[in-house]
């Protein structure tokens, strides 16, 4: 199970307003995300593509607004993911928190923010050509 170009181009929009980074981390974050979808059991990459495919689609259902949630307008998109953070309803707020939790994973692992947060590079990195 991948998320392919087009749908790691949307969410890498909606990571860059949930992380305050630029677009260019949050594309190596949603890279990061197909990677984890490819690596983990099937049951794991189910649920967290089951949020991204939300989080990416559901502005209509949620704000009333009938676009993707990268074409929002930043307002909209921050109304958007306040929707998501702090909904009555225990799944919604559970999957915006799983892709949080797993995106969290890449930002931090990723060489831009560890230099910014003056953490030095990770101990150990995997070679992907050995594996």
Known sequence: MRLGPDAQ???AVVLADVFGEPIGVARDIAKFLD?????????AALGLR???WAVTWLP???????LP???LSPSARARYIAHWTHS???????????????????????PAVRA???????????D????
């Open 69 to 71: 949630a990268d074409a």
């Open 35 to 43: 990677g984890y979808l490819q690596r983990v059991p099937a049951r």
């Open 128 to 131: 992907r050509a050995s594996t």
């Open 50 to 52: 089951v949020g991204v």
């Open 60 to 66: 209509f259902a949620l704000i009333g607004v009938p």
């Open 116 to 126: 910014r947060l003056d953490v030095g590079p990770l101990a150990v990195t995997r």
């Open 9 to 11: 181009r949307r969410i």
């Open 88 to 110: 009555r309803h225990y799944l919604l707020r559970e999957a915006f928190y799983l892709l949080k939790a797993v995106a969290l994973m890449g930002w931090s692992a990723h």
